[in-house]
């Protein structure tokens, strides 16, 4: 016994929530799925663009609040489901992944690791696909934060790899193609080698985020990758000082020069909470993320503290998301999450018309 | 700070390439031209930005073999003489128009 007239109240209702993110109402953008009423009990999916969305309680309380005040609804059931959208690529290679997330720095030493493994391992807590490639190929440290064992990967079929897993993720690194503690010596074209292999010979399977953990600075890595793969955004890790800042700008430098659209910067090492005074110091000084951000419009995507736990789940391979997944470093790691896959809907969303990166033209003659 | 990129790329006669792009510009391009304009360090002294293709050298009959992306922002060329180097970056194909009005405006800088 459905009322054709409630129907359209309800989606007259929906229309009026909007997503912060996208500036549309929900209806238009096609998120509201396999409405059912019975009587005075109405159900419905809300489908977002991906299950890491910052603001999907505010969301459903929303369309709850809203529905529930319709003559004739007593009872309202939202289910929040999501389905990543895959950033437009043929290319050849990946063709299983949907986001590819670079994080850079300009300079070293600043936690591109550690961000990048918490933020996959948080990504994936929200019910995504994801997978981590690590391609700093001299200074592999992936493996020794994830925990897991250093030992070959398993070979497939026609040249084919298979990633290591771990909590959930799939994982790549150069470190498991040489034995432990080994240096890897390469000059810059075997490099390129490398990340070929990474980005054409591993079974990724279907992800919904890929995150590429980038060796320091804007040298032979990142330009096979930008050339090679279709990267959907980049993220780029600084600290807060100076010193730093000089190199991150440079990092996004490259990047807008490439056309990899920016979806970011983490400030790490913001600050410190003594746990005696319960004051903010900032150790690094304050506001160089936020500067920087602001220098190049792009937004500051989170600002992540010093916490000991955070170099205690690096060194034990519990990352600190999953080792202690209530603790203030886990929530601006799960916040950042949420940042990230929010700015790489928007971007899909606003992207104009472009050639795209797998474009080919044989000229007739 | 959005350059314009391409939304389209097509070859409009035998020695023509036409580009439009997202803001709404028409590019067209004589093809022999752009091989003379090839950005490459073969082609162009990396330190001194001196051309280093002897002037007449590019027979009138080049073409493109084939033209394909290069990540997101550079169109690289497969020429007849067999040259492949070049990566055109959005940006120098931009200033390589020879639409009427972009040539005229280019013309006025040089006097």
Same mark, same amino acid.
């Given at each position: 016994m459905s009322d054709p007239k409630l129907q359209e109240k309800i989606i007259d209702a929906l229309k009026t929530v909007q997503d912060p993110d996208l500036h549309k109402d929900i209806v238009s953008l096609g998120f509201v799925k396999n409405m059912s009423i019975d009587g005075g009990n109405v159900k419905f999916d809300v489908e977002l663009t991906t299950p890491a969305c910052p603001v999907k309680e505010q969301l459903r309380t929303e369309c709850e609040t809203k529905v529930k005040a319709i003559d004739g609804v007593e009872q309202v059931d939202v289910n929040m489901t999501a389905v990543v959208r895959s950033t437009e690529h043929s290319q050849p290679v990946l063709t299983g992944v949907?986001?590819?997330?670079?994080?850079?720095?300009?300079?070293?030493?600043?936690?591109?690791?550690?961000?990048?493994?918490?933020?996959?391992?948080?990504?994936?807590?929200?019910?995504?696909?994801?997978?981590? @490639?690590?391609?700093?190929?001299?200074?592999?440290?992936?493996?020794? @934060?994830?925990?897991?064992?250093?030992?070959?990967?398993?070979?497939?079929?026609?040249?084919?790899? =298979?990633?290591?897993?771990?909590?959930?993720?799939?994982?790549?690194?150069?470190?498991?193609?040489?034995?432990?503690?080994?240096?890897? @010596?390469?000059?810059?074209?075997?490099?390129?080698?490398?990340?070929?292999?990474?980005?054409?010979?591993?079974?990724?399977?279907?992800?919904?985020?890929?995150? &590429?953990?980038?060796?320091?600075?804007?040298?032979?890595?990142?330009?096979?990758?930008?050339?090679?793969?279709? &990267?959907?955004?980049?993220?780029?890790?600084?600290?807060?000082? #100076?010193?730093?800042?000089?190199?991150?700008?440079?990092?996004?430098? @490259?990047?807008?020069?490439?056309?990899?659209?920016?979806?970011?910067?983490?400030?790490?090492?913001?600050?410190?909470?003594?746990?005696?005074?319960?004051?903010?110091?900032?150790?690094?000084?304050?506001?160089?993320?936020?500067?920087?951000?602001?220098? =190049?419009?792009?937004?500051?995507?989170?600002?992540?503290?010093?916490?000991?736990?955070?170099?205690?789940?690096?060194?034990?391979?519990?990352?600190?998301?999953?080792?202690?997944? #209530?603790?203030?470093?886990?929530?601006?790691?799960?916040?950042?999450?949420?940042?990230?896959?929010?700015?790489?809907?928007?971007?899909?969303?606003?992207?104009? #018309?472009?050639?795209?990166?797998?474009? #080919?033209l044989s000229w007739k003659s | 700070m959005t350059a314009p990129a391409p939304r389209n790329i097509k070859q409009i006669d035998e020695s023509t390439l036409g580009i439009s792009w997202n803001d709404g510009h028409d590019s067209v391009y004589s093809v022999k031209n752009l091989r003379e304009s090839c950005p490459c360090a073969n082609c162009i002294d990396e330190w001194s930005g001196k051309k280093l293709i002897a002037p007449g050298t590019i027979p009138q009959e080049i073409r493109p073999r084939n033209l394909k992306a290069v990540g997101l922002y550079a169109i690289q060329f497969d020429w007849s003489d067999g040259h492949n180097t070049g990566l055109y970056t959005h940006e120098l194909l931009r200033q390589l128009c020879e639409c009427a009005a972009c040539k005229s405006k280019s013309a006025d800088n040089q006097t």
């Open positions: 949907k986001n590819i997330i670079a994080v850079a720095s300009g300079k070293g030493g600043v936690g591109k690791s550690t961000v990048s493994t918490n933020l996959a391992i948080a990504l994936s807590m929200t019910g995504a696909q994801v997978g981590l @490639m690590d391609a700093d190929i001299y200074g592999p440290s992936i493996p020794q @934060m994830m925990g897991i064992p250093i030992s070959p990967p398993k070979v497939g079929s026609e040249n084919k790899f =298979f990633p290591h897993e771990k909590y959930g993720l799939k994982v790549v690194s150069a470190a498991f193609l040489t034995k432990q503690g080994q240096p890897l @010596m390469l000059r810059g074209p075997m490099l390129g080698g490398i990340i070929q292999q990474f980005l054409q010979n591993v079974e990724w399977g279907e992800l919904d985020y890929l995150v &590429i953990d980038l060796p320091p600075g804007t040298g032979d890595v990142q330009l096979t990758l930008t050339q090679k793969a279709p &990267i959907s955004g980049a993220v780029v890790v600084t600290t807060p000082q #100076e010193v730093s800042l000089i190199d991150a700008d440079k990092g996004v430098k @490259m990047f807008q020069q490439v056309k990899v659209p920016l979806l970011g910067i983490v400030e790490n090492m913001s600050y410190f909470i003594c746990d005696g005074c319960d004051k903010k110091h900032h150790i690094f000084r304050q506001g160089g993320g936020k500067k920087l951000a602001g220098t =190049f419009n792009i937004p500051l995507l989170g600002e992540i503290p010093i916490i000991e736990s955070i170099a205690e789940g690096g060194d034990s391979g519990i990352p600190v998301v999953m080792a202690d997944a #209530e603790s203030s470093a886990a929530q601006a790691y799960k916040d950042l999450a949420g940042q990230v896959a929010a700015q790489l809907s928007i971007n899909q969303a606003n992207k104009g #018309e472009k050639v795209s990166a797998d474009f #080919e | -």
